[in-house]
């Protein structure tokens, strides 16, 4: 199994910066694929960044040129760097592990390992 453990969320004003980290323990050598998900008050869980073994990225459309992961899976901590923040940015960003491989990294259900999640709140 692996156990995710998020941290580096908080308070930030529009415009500003924070940085997310995800360490994974455990299995990690069958980790394929890590992501982040986010879900705000009233709304389902969305997709906002992935990243493969290989290094590739992914983005959703609403954070891209804002948002950047890094970190490859190796190294057993992922990064979301997030800039230009927004207030529909709010949410409880969650980590996510896949430890087999799947051709999309979009859907939540192809993960399955998660984090307890952190808070990201972007006052106006």
């Known amino acids: 199994q692996v156990q995710l453990v998020e941290s580096g969320g908080g308070l930030v004003q529009a415009g500003g910066s924070l940085r997310l980290s995800c360490a994974a323990s455990?299995?990690?050598?069958?980790?394929?694929?890590m992501g982040w998900f986010r879900q705000a008050p009233g709304k389902e869980r969305e997709f906002v960044a992935a990243?493969?073994?290989?290094?590739?990225?992914y983005y959703a459309d609403s954070v891209k040129g804002r948002f950047s992961i890094s970190s490859g899976i190796a190294e057993n901590t992922v990064y979301l760097q997030m800039n230009s923040l927004k207030p529909e940015d709010t949410a409880v960003y969650y980590c996510?592990?896949?430890?087999?491989?799947?051709?999309?990294?979009?859907?939540?259900?192809?993960?399955?390992?998660w984090g307890q999640g952190t808070q990201v709140t972007v006052s106006s």
């Open positions: 455990g299995r990690t050598f069958r980790v394929y694929t």
């Open positions: 990243i493969r073994r290989s290094g590739t990225t």
């Open positions: 996510a592990a896949a430890t087999t491989y799947r051709p999309t990294v979009l859907a939540g259900s192809m993960y399955d390992a």
